[in-house]
């Protein structure tokens, strides 16, 4: 696979079917990352997560959504470094809507607002969670 560690789409894959009931097994799975870019950073997951469901469910996502964040085996959202600059990045990109680790996005605004840089947030703690919100 090119662009993206092979170990990791199957991990991410068995995450979505037991977080989100999704039957994936099936199915034979491809993530193309623009550019031939490669990605190393966990941070991704949530991004590829969403689309990998996006394409099951032939349910579109938002297109004015970006996703940042690190599943974990339980279906977790964990923590990203940077998350301000990831904001600003997607919001340099177009997006109008970042959905960010919980952790992440109640960092970011402590004054408990939805708004930031612009921007605004949604914070997560689960795959469940982020699937909802990118594809509400």
Known sequence: ????????????????????GLRLATQDTYVKVA???EVTE?????AIAIAMTSSILEKPIRGDTAAVGEIGLGGEI?????????VAEALRMGFT???????????????????????????????????HEAMA
């Not at 966990?42 to 949530?46: G, I």
């Not at 964990?78 to 990831?86: F, S």
């Open 97 to 131: 809507t970042v959905i960010l680790p919980a952790f992440d996005a109640a960092q970011l605004d402590s004054r408990g607002s939805t708004q930031n840089h612009g921007a605004t947030i949604i914070g997560v703690k689960t795959v469940e969670q982020a699937l």
């Open 42 to 46: 966990p941070a991704v997951d949530l």
């Open 35 to 37: 550019g031939g870019l």
């Open 1 to 20: 696979m090119s662009g993206l560690d092979y170990n990791r789409v199957c991990l991410i894959g068995a995450v979505l079917e037991k977080s989100a």
């Open 78 to 86: 964990r923590r990203v470094p940077a998350p301000g600059l990831r």
